[in-house]
């Protein structure tokens, strides 16, 4: 029972704090300049996880800095399949300056959301990837249409599951709009995250930067977990 224990970064101006969660993952998913991110970001954040050891993946979202990438957008695939190649190109870009490299890629938010239910934009994502690299891993939510997707394109994927998340009944995550869609409790999440691993189900779990007590969250969870 070997886990990828992940975290969405490069979202945040507090660099303390993200350099507070990268001592407890083993892989970063960096944001890329679509929903959050610049250059400066993505530098500081990938030297983090390059002095730390830790494996960096790109974050592209909807392009929509005003939500964070939260709000659905009506984007025709192409488009969808045009920002993916030209985020994970930025950030890429980036990356090997600094001597590192990218090795998957999961997308944000509702991109990440609706892309569990609509093919077409599963699709459109796996496309923008492999237009770019079809050799890295897309990391998706356990138990969703969306890894079946991928894997009839030729993609390797890793099924995630999220330790500081709710479930509704279908597997799939619990809108934010919810009050307790989050679970911020450390002894909590650490308990869902390993239940998640005992059940074989995912490969890799999930904390997000953002969320209240994230450090203390994966702390817990890092404790828990047996990871690679």
């Known amino acids: 029972m070997i886990l990828d224990l ?5 979202e945040l101006e507090d660099a ?18 679509g929903h959050a ?9 990938a030297r983090l996880a390059i002095a730390r050891g830790v494996r960096i993946g790109a974050h592209p979202g909807y392009p929509d800095r ?3 990438g939260r709000v659905e957008m009506p984007m025709p695939a192409a488009a969808i399949e045009r920002t993916v190649r030209r985020q994970i190109e930025l950030l890429d870009a980036v990356v090997r300056s600094l001597g590192g490299r990218i090795v998957h890629v999961k997308p944000h938010g509702a991109l990440y959301n609706v ?3 609509n093919t077409e934009v599963a699709r459109a994502i ?19 249409p969306m890894l079946d997707v991928w894997r009839q394109m030729g993609m390797e994927v890793a099924a995630e599951a999220f330790a500081d998340r709710r479930y509704e009944p279908d597997g799939t995550l619990r809108p934010r709009k919810f009050a307790d869609a989050l679970i911020t409790d450390p002894r909590e999440a650490a308990a869902q995250a390993l239940r998640f691993a005992r059940e074989g189900k995912a490969q890799t779990i999930c904390v997000h930067g953002d969320t209240p007590g994230a450090v203390d969250i994966l702390k817990a969870c890092r404790e828990a977990l047996p990871y690679q």
């Open 6 to 10: 992940n975290c969405d970064m490069g």
């Open 16 to 33: 303390r704090h993200e350099a507070a969660l990268m001592e407890y993952v083993t892989s970063a998913n960096i944001a890329c300049g």
């Open 37 to 45: 991110g610049d250059e400066a970001a993505m530098e500081r954040t």
């Open 66 to 68: 005003a939500n964070f």
């Open 115 to 117: 892309a569990v239910r």
């Open 126 to 144: 796996a496309g923008g990837v492999a237009a770019w690299d079809p050799r890295v891993t897309l990391y998706g939510l356990a138990g969703s």
